[in-house]
Nanobody
Framework: VQLQASGGGLAQPGGSLRLSCAAS????????IAWFRQAPGKEREGVSC???????YTVDSVKGRFTISKDVAKNTAYLQMNSLKPEDTAVYYC?????????????????????WGKGTQVTVSS
């Protein structure tokens, strides 16, 4: 199982970025996949997740601004980030776990996710 996150970069406040998480070694659509982020000096936190049944959950701090999705044909998940704020600055990671079904709870426990991609840096600054 490999996950490769990409798409980070520098954005201005109010701008947008789309992160991608390309999966290999397994079928992404069969399992829950999630996005986490970690800001300097802070703990890793869950951002959003999408289950095998396409149900999604997004934390309140980014709800209405961030949208998770997946492309089955490309075996890739995405995180569309709009109306970016400086406090969104962090390293963003995608992760999956073959036992997670209801990810709204599991988002609160980063340590329980088995597979992680390398992070992609998102910096929001003017």
């Amino acid at each position: 199982v490999q996950l490769q996150a990409s798409g980070g970069g520098l954005a201005q406040p109010g701008g947008s970025l789309r992160l991608s998480c390309a999966a290999s070694g397994y079928t992404l659509d069969y399992y829950t996949i999630a996005w986490f982020r970690q800001a300097p000096g802070k703990e890793r936190e869950g951002v959003s997740c999408i289950s095998s049944s396409d149900s999604t959950y997004t934390v309140d701090s980014v709800k209405g601004r961030f949208t998770i999705s997946k492309d089955v044909a490309k075996n890739t998940a995405y995180l569309q980030m709009n109306s970016l704020k400086p406090e969104d600055t962090a390293v963003y990671y995608c992760a999956t776990d073959f036992e997670v079904r209801n990810c709204d709870v599991a988002l609160g426990y980063p340590h329980r996710w088995d597979y992680w991609g390398k992070g992609t840096q998102v910096t929001v600054s003017s």
